[in-house]
Every structure is written in C-alpha cells, then in structure tokens.
C-alpha cells in the first residue's frame, strides 16, 4: 500500500464521497543524507491539525490509514516516526494545506527531521557572508551578501521549503550592479518584499508569486538604515547614512524617515515623511 518514496498512504472521504489515496512523501533534498530516516521504526503517527485541536493517529509500517474522521478543517498535517520503546526519532510537518480539496492520487511533501535536531537542505548556488534574509510568501528570498574575498555579490536565490533547495532569482542590472551591501529586506503582510537603499538610492519589490524583482524607484539615498512593514502593504524606513563607501556608511548620518507603500504593480510610491529620529543610528533594528 505504500508508495515507494512515500511515508503513507492515507484514505481521505467526505461522508458520502468515495475514498482518495493520497501520499505523504519525504522531502530528500539530499538524496544520501540519513537524516530524519531513522533505523528500527516501528510505528507512524499522523496528526491532523485543525482550529479546534489535534486529532492523533497511530498506523504500522505496511499499513494505509483512514482518516475520513479528520476535521474537515484540517489546516496542517503532522507525522512521528517512532521506534522502540515509543520514542519519536523523526518528526514532519506537511505546508498548510486545503484537506477537502485534496485530489485522488496527489502527494503531499514532508520535511522530516530529527526531533532535537536538523537536517541539511540543498546548497546554496553562491557562498555568502552576511546575506539579506526574508520570508517571501511560502519560501525565503537570500539576498547580496559577500564572497570569500569581501567582494559583494550582485545575486539573489529563493529557498523553497517543499523542496529543500534554493534556485536563483534574476537581478535586474541596474539594481545589483554594485551589490547590497548597507541594504534591506523588509517582508510585507501580503508576502512580497521590499529591498531598500545601499549603495544604490532606490528600492524595489520582489514578488513571491512570479519569482521576480518589480521596476525600481529612486528613494532618499540610504544605508544600513532600519526598516519595518507597517500595515497590509507599507514601509518605514529610518535612520541610516547617504551612502556607501568602500563597504562601510558613508556621507551623512541620516535623522529622517519616510513611509512607502507597495501598489499592485510592484512599485513603491513615497506616502509620508516620517518622523525625525533624535540622534542618528546606524544599523538599528525596529519592531
């Protein structure tokens, strides 16, 4: 009953809807890592998360599990690999997920890893020092950074968590020509991000949904600045120097702020001046 990569086949049933057969399928984004395959299991669990608690479901190893007993407003599944004695030596979640439209025969990823530990994920396409981070929709946007030698890099990867791996992301030449070193990236509620400032005085929006970088717009020219999302799709950015010089801040240590907010185009369009801030910071964090 049980596919050849896959944790388990689970049934899944409205009350009068025939049964699908769905998988749970591990994540390998290295394909000889042992990691969260632990030897001597003896027992799957699978826990379905929903808003009103967990329901727990034990299965053998050879076995399928119905689980037409589910709430139907599953949100998450959960699975435990247990060996003897009852102890979990690798656990997993599955991405958030629609239980009552899940189709006959589809697969659902599962990052399974040890349950005091981690596993490793795929490899970066470019080694960095330092790098911008940002969640971006349901992945994570790695940004600039430097190499082994200090030289910064002009490149971006995004992390997709149902993979384990990175891929590149295309940077307009204008906007990485000379790297993101001093720069930010500020996640927004809707799942885009702005990176803003650095060595260029612009900023521009990355869309998780097409994995590209928007038009850039000139902003006030500024570094190792802080930045926070302010409501569904604003930007605050404050403090921080004019410029960039030779890695570090440079020109005039800046007391001003201004609120931006993300159109539907990708773009950023100035609101507001902000607040002056009392004495100059450089590298402050906001919240």
Do not use: W
């Not at 530990?117 to 790098?131: D, K």
């Not at 990355?206 to 590209?212: F, G, N, R």
């Not at 802080?226 to 007391?255: D, F, I, M, N």
């Amino acid at each position: 009953m049980i596919a050849r990569r896959a944790l388990l086949t689970v049934m899944l049933a409205g009350c009068s809807d025939p049964a699908a057969r769905v998988t749970l399928e591990p994540i390998r984004p290295i394909a000889d890592d042992p990691c969260g395959r632990p030897v001597g299991a003896t027992e799957l669990r699978v826990i379905a998360y929903s808003t009103r608690g967990e329901i727990v479901r034990a299965v053998a190893l050879d076995g399928a599990l119905d689980i037409t007993d589910f709430p139907a407003d599953t949100e998450q599944l959960g699975v435990e690999v247990r060996i003897g004695g009852g102890e979990i030596a690798a656990a997993g979640k599955t991405a958030p997920l629609d239980f009552g439209a899940l189709a006959d025969g589809a697969a659902i990823p599962v990052f399974m890893a040890p349950p005091d530990g981690f596993c490793r994920t795929g490899a970066l396409h470019h080694a960095r020092i330092a790098p911008l981070v940002a969640r971006a929709g349901d992945g994570v946007l790695v940004v600039g950074g430097v190499d082994a030698a200090g030289t910064p890099l002009a490149t971006a990867e995004r992390y997709d968590p149902a993979t384990g791996t990175f891929s590149e992301v295309s940077v307009p030449a204008v906007l990485g020509e000379t790297g993101f070193v001093g720069a930010t990236l500020t996640a927004l509620a809707d799942g885009r991000v702005v990176l803003s400032g650095g060595p260029q005085p612009v900023a521009t929006i990355y869309d998780p949904v097409t994995h590209t970088f928007g038009e850039s717009v000139l902003i006030e020219g500024r570094a190792f600045h802080a930045a926070v999302a302010t409501g569904e799709r604003g930007v605050l950015l404050a403090g921080g120097c004019s410029s960039v010089a030779v890695g570090a801040c440079s020109g005039v240590v800046r007391l001003s702020s201004r609120a931006y907010e993300a159109t539907a185009t990708n773009t950023l369009r100035e609101r507001l001046p902000g607040p002056a801030l009392r004495v100059g910071r450089l590298g402050a964090t906001v919240f």
